[in-house]
């Protein structure tokens, strides 16, 4: 039987953070039930990547500039996963300089349709209780769709429709509604996952 492979994605340039803290605790619901995961930090796939952005060097991509580096790891582990939860802190109102620059860096796997049907999951952390948590996890749902992922939120039957996903206001550890956000997102993440598999392109 196949088993579901979850991946978070940190946009955060810190490897110990409230960001990581979260998608740690929405992999490990989605674990609990059942599911591989692993977390992969958009920082460190960059460093040594030339230029650290798209330039949009071919079209269509041929993603050259994941040759021989963890970039090009990345993308060999997104071809295989059947769900992601991303995460980023709240910059300006919207995500990380980093999770954009990665998710540039996708144009490749879109060609590819990589990510059709993809289920995926956001969680935000902000300075302020309202920071800017919905307009980063919205800025991460338009890059989702534009993969063709199915988006869904921190709802799940045996609590409640939730909203757009899991927000929380730093410090997170101490942000129990925070955390809780995050676990519901793991197990819904992984239960659409689930029911969507033949959809997906292997």
């Given at each position: 039987?196949?088993?579901?492979?979850?991946?978070?994605?940190?946009?955060?340039?810190?490897?110990?953070?409230?960001?990581?803290?979260?998608?740690?605790e929405a992999?490990?619901?989605?674990?609990?039930?059942?599911?591989?995961?692993?977390?992969?930090?958009?920082?460190?796939?960059?460093?040594?990547?030339?230029?650290?952005?798209?330039?949009?060097?071919?079209?269509?991509?041929?993603?050259?500039?994941?040759?021989?580096?963890?970039?090009?790891?990345?993308?060999?582990?997104?071809?295989?996963?059947?769900?992601?939860?991303?995460?980023?802190?709240?910059?300006?109102?919207?995500?990380?300089?980093?999770?954009?620059?990665?998710?540039?860096?996708?144009?490749?796997?879109?060609?590819?349709?990589?990510?059709?049907?993809?289920?995926?999951?956001?969680?935000?952390?902000?300075?302020?209780?309202?920071?800017?948590?919905?307009?980063?996890?919205?800025?991460?749902?338009?890059?989702m769709l534009?993969?063709?992922?199915?988006?869904?939120?921190?709802?799940?039957?045996?609590?409640?429709?939730?909203?757009?996903?899991?927000?929380?206001?730093?410090?997170?550890?101490?942000?129990?509604?925070?955390?809780?956000?995050?676990?519901?997102?793991?197990?819904?993440?992984?239960?659409?996952?689930?029911?969507?598999?033949?959809?997906?392109?292997?």
């Amino acid at each position: 039987m196949h088993q579901l492979f979850i991946l978070g994605i940190n946009g955060s340039p810190n490897h110990d953070g409230n960001t990581v803290f979260l998608l740690k605790e929405a992999l490990a619901a989605a674990r609990e039930s059942g599911a591989k995961t692993e977390l992969l930090h958009v920082a460190e796939i960059l460093q040594g990547v030339e230029p650290p952005f798209c330039e949009i060097c071919s079209s269509t991509c041929d993603g050259v500039c994941g040759e021989g580096n963890k970039l090009g790891e990345a993308f060999d582990l997104l071809h295989r996963v059947d769900g992601i939860i991303m995460g980023s802190p709240v910059y300006f109102g919207t995500l990380s300089g980093q999770l954009k620059a990665f998710w540039d860096k996708t144009r490749v796997l879109r060609r590819e349709k990589a990510l059709l049907n993809v289920v995926g999951g956001a969680i935000a952390v902000g300075g302020g209780r309202f920071g800017g948590q919905e307009t980063t996890l919205k800025a991460i749902h338009d890059m989702m769709l534009v993969q063709g992922m199915i988006i869904v939120g921190d709802g799940y039957r045996e609590f409640d429709c939730g909203h757009q996903g899991a927000c929380a206001q730093r410090p997170a550890m101490e942000d129990e509604n925070g955390k809780k956000r995050a676990h519901i997102l793991g197990r819904h993440v992984l239960e659409v996952a689930a029911a969507t598999k033949e959809l997906r392109i292997r």
